[in-house]
Protein backbone atom coordinates (compact mmCIF):
# COMPACT_ATOMS: atom_id res chain seq x y z
CA UNK A 1 0.00 0.00 0.00
CA UNK A 2 1.60 3.43 -0.85
CA UNK A 3 -0.85 5.45 1.18
CA UNK A 4 1.04 7.31 4.24
CA UNK A 5 -1.90 6.71 6.59
CA UNK A 6 -4.87 4.50 6.16
CA UNK A 7 -7.34 6.35 4.28
CA UNK A 8 -11.30 6.01 3.57
CA UNK A 9 -14.03 6.86 1.29
CA UNK A 10 -15.67 8.47 3.67
CA UNK A 11 -12.79 11.25 5.04
CA UNK A 12 -11.61 11.64 1.21
CA UNK A 13 -15.30 12.44 0.49
CA UNK A 14 -15.13 15.05 3.85
CA UNK A 15 -11.89 16.58 2.19
CA UNK A 16 -14.35 17.64 -0.56
CA UNK A 17 -16.80 19.85 1.02
CA UNK A 18 -16.64 23.29 -0.11
CA UNK A 19 -14.61 23.29 -3.47
CA UNK A 20 -14.91 22.70 -7.02
CA UNK A 21 -15.06 18.60 -6.16
CA UNK A 22 -18.15 18.83 -4.31
CA UNK A 23 -19.69 21.69 -7.07
CA UNK A 24 -18.80 19.37 -9.84
CA UNK A 25 -20.09 16.73 -8.03
CA UNK A 26 -17.24 14.36 -7.93
CA UNK A 27 -17.43 11.54 -5.66
CA UNK A 28 -14.73 8.97 -4.13
CA UNK A 29 -15.47 5.67 -4.48
CA UNK A 30 -12.78 3.64 -4.19
CA UNK A 31 -9.42 3.03 -2.30
CA UNK A 32 -6.94 0.70 -3.74
CA UNK A 33 -3.68 -0.42 -2.38
CA UNK A 34 -1.75 1.84 -5.42
CA UNK A 35 -4.89 3.53 -7.09
CA UNK A 36 -7.81 6.06 -6.16
CA UNK A 37 -11.07 6.48 -7.90
CA UNK A 38 -13.76 8.29 -8.00
CA UNK A 39 -16.52 9.39 -10.52
CA UNK A 40 -18.17 12.61 -11.61
CA UNK A 41 -22.09 13.37 -13.25
CA UNK A 42 -22.15 14.82 -16.94
CA UNK A 43 -24.91 17.13 -16.47
CA UNK A 44 -24.85 20.82 -16.69
CA UNK A 45 -22.27 21.45 -14.55
CA UNK A 46 -19.67 20.01 -16.39
CA UNK A 47 -21.00 19.98 -19.77
CA UNK A 48 -19.68 22.43 -22.42
CA UNK A 49 -22.56 23.98 -24.95
CA UNK A 50 -22.44 21.67 -27.42
CA UNK A 51 -24.19 19.28 -24.61
CA UNK A 52 -20.98 17.13 -24.23
CA UNK A 53 -18.17 16.83 -20.63
CA UNK A 54 -16.53 19.61 -21.01
CA UNK A 55 -12.90 18.72 -21.06
CA UNK A 56 -11.92 21.13 -18.41
CA UNK A 57 -14.36 19.58 -16.38
CA UNK A 58 -12.21 16.01 -17.16
CA UNK A 59 -9.02 18.09 -16.06
CA UNK A 60 -10.70 19.49 -12.60
CA UNK A 61 -11.27 15.27 -11.86
CA UNK A 62 -8.03 14.61 -13.21
CA UNK A 63 -6.00 16.83 -10.99
CA UNK A 64 -8.25 15.98 -8.02
CA UNK A 65 -7.49 12.41 -8.23
CA UNK A 66 -4.01 13.13 -8.92
CA UNK A 67 -3.37 16.23 -5.95
CA UNK A 68 -4.97 13.93 -3.92
CA UNK A 69 -3.59 11.35 -4.11
CA UNK A 70 -0.12 12.66 -3.82
CA UNK A 71 -1.12 14.37 -0.58
CA UNK A 72 -2.10 11.20 1.14
CA UNK A 73 0.77 9.35 -0.30
CA UNK A 74 3.13 11.26 1.90
CA UNK A 75 3.54 12.35 5.55
CA UNK A 76 0.88 15.37 5.31
CA UNK A 77 2.12 16.83 8.66
CA UNK A 78 5.41 17.81 6.95
CA UNK A 79 5.06 17.75 3.48
CA UNK A 80 2.38 19.60 0.86
CA UNK A 81 1.74 18.48 -2.63
CA UNK A 82 1.63 20.95 -5.51
CA UNK A 83 0.37 20.24 -9.11
CA UNK A 84 2.82 21.12 -11.23
CA UNK A 85 1.95 20.71 -14.86
CA UNK A 86 -1.11 18.91 -16.03
CA UNK A 87 -1.91 17.46 -19.65
CA UNK A 88 -5.08 15.78 -20.97
CA UNK A 89 -6.05 13.95 -24.38
CA UNK A 90 -9.58 14.05 -25.03
CA UNK A 91 -9.97 10.63 -26.76
CA UNK A 92 -14.53 10.25 -26.59
CA UNK A 93 -17.21 12.58 -25.64
CA UNK A 94 -19.79 11.67 -23.43
CA UNK A 95 -23.13 13.09 -23.24
CA UNK A 96 -24.64 11.95 -20.06
CA UNK A 97 -24.29 9.15 -17.01
CA UNK A 98 -21.57 9.33 -14.96
CA UNK A 99 -17.11 9.20 -15.67
CA UNK A 100 -14.97 7.71 -13.88
CA UNK A 101 -11.55 8.41 -12.95
CA UNK A 102 -8.73 5.85 -11.48
CA UNK A 103 -5.31 7.71 -10.71
CA UNK A 104 -2.07 5.44 -10.29
CA UNK A 105 1.57 7.00 -9.75
CA UNK A 106 4.27 6.52 -12.42
CA UNK A 107 6.72 7.67 -10.17
CA UNK A 108 6.71 8.68 -6.27
CA UNK A 109 10.38 10.44 -5.51
CA UNK A 110 11.10 12.57 -2.64
CA UNK A 111 10.98 16.03 -4.41
CA UNK A 112 7.85 15.09 -7.29
CA UNK A 113 5.31 12.39 -8.15
CA UNK A 114 3.80 11.98 -11.82
CA UNK A 115 0.69 10.48 -11.90
CA UNK A 116 -1.68 9.24 -14.93
CA UNK A 117 -5.66 9.23 -14.56
CA UNK A 118 -7.91 7.15 -16.99
CA UNK A 119 -11.05 8.71 -17.34
CA UNK A 120 -13.82 6.05 -19.14
CA UNK A 121 -17.45 6.43 -19.09
CA UNK A 122 -20.05 3.90 -17.78
CA UNK A 123 -19.27 1.21 -20.76
CA UNK A 124 -15.32 1.44 -19.58
CA UNK A 125 -14.56 3.23 -23.05
CA UNK A 126 -11.52 5.83 -22.78
CA UNK A 127 -12.69 9.03 -22.46
CA UNK A 128 -9.48 11.23 -21.79
CA UNK A 129 -6.20 10.31 -20.46
CA UNK A 130 -4.09 12.51 -18.08
CA UNK A 131 -0.71 12.90 -16.64
CA UNK A 132 0.07 15.05 -13.46
CA UNK A 133 3.39 16.15 -11.94
CA UNK A 134 3.28 16.70 -8.40
CA UNK A 135 5.83 18.68 -6.56
CA UNK A 136 6.33 17.50 -2.75
CA UNK A 137 7.45 20.53 -0.39
CA UNK A 138 8.17 20.76 2.93
CA UNK A 139 5.26 22.39 4.84
CA UNK A 140 6.21 25.78 5.74
CA UNK A 141 6.35 26.32 9.79
CA UNK A 142 5.46 29.21 11.43
Known sequence: MIWFSPVTIEALNKLGKG???????????????????AR???????????????????????????????????DMSKFIAVGMEINANHIRS???GFVTGTARPLHRGGTSQVWEIRIEDERGKLVCISRLTVAILKKPTG
Open 94 to 96: VKD
Open 40 to 74: MPVDHRTRQPYGLLHGGASVALAETLGSVGAAISV
Open 19 to 37: TMGEYLGMEWIEVGDDFLR
